[in-house]
């Protein structure tokens, strides 16, 4: 069956880096566009990053472009998200998922999704 795992979250300082792993099972991420969203406590879940399964392209939220790096390893059929200069406001939970129909922005536009991983960045 279809699962995504995430790991790699933590806590860390405001101006440090991370990087988050979604591996995939079940499908074959080279076949699908691969979303990251984040969900802060009391807020709605939000798209970050999307990379395209066919050609890699890649599109990101304002609010990490330049900061943030997502990519895909297909041999190891897993998605990363690169998180550098990191803030207090990019504090949340972090979900990859697998994109089926619609605005690749769009959560409703996914179909499965991961249990997530947490990450706080303190001031």
């Known amino acids: 069956q279809v699962q995504l795992v995430e790991s790699g979250g933590g806590l860390v300082q405001a101006g440090d880096s991370l990087r988050l792993s979604c591996a995939a099972s079940?499908?074959?991420?080279?076949?699908?566009?691969m979303g990251w969203f984040r969900q802060a406590p009391g807020k709605e879940r939000d798209f970050v990053a999307v990379i395209t399964g066919s050609d890699k392209s890649t599109y990101y939220a304002d609010s990490v472009k330049g900061r943030f790096a997502i990519s895909s390893d297909h041999a190891k059929n897993t998605v990363y998200l690169q998180m550098n200069s990191l803030r207090p406001e990019d504090t949340a939970v972090y979900y990859c998922?697998?994109?089926?129909?619609?605005?690749?922005?769009?959560?409703?536009?996914?179909?499965?999704w991961g249990q997530g991983t947490q990450v706080t960045v303190s001031s």
């Open positions: 998922a697998r994109h089926r129909e619609g605005i690749l922005s769009a959560a409703r536009a996914y179909d499965y």
């Open positions: 079940g499908f074959t991420v080279s076949w699908y566009s």
